[in-house]
């Protein structure tokens, strides 16, 4: 989601300054800033997600995962279960 709208912002800067500024548009746009844009969206997204994912989701013993999305019942039995587990 976070990719998506970081890639709806670089489109949107992009056409503003086409549209309003057309001068220094054409003078300094270079193809360089169209593979940026392209390319940040997916930066941008593999950081804000999978590496904390990652991080976060790292077993210490006697205690649940961060990232884990449950129904508080179910998290209630999982996180019992994980601890008597270790």
Do not use: D
């Not at 990719?3 to 270079?30: C, M």
């Not at 989701?57 to 990232?67: D, L, Y």
């Amino acid at each position: 989601m976070n990719a998506g709208n970081i890639g709806l912002v670089v489109i949107t800067l992009e056409r503003y300054f086409k549209v309003v500024h057309a001068i220094a548009h054409r003078k300094y746009y270079r193809k360089w800033m169209t593979k940026v844009g392209v390319a940040l969206p997916w930066i941008s997204g593999f950081c804000l997600y999978p590496i904390p994912a990652y991080i976060w989701s790292i077993e210490v013993p006697g205690q649940c995962p961060r990232m884990m999305v449950l129904t508080e019942k179910s998290s209630r039995q999982v996180c019992a279960a994980r601890t008597h587990m270790h």
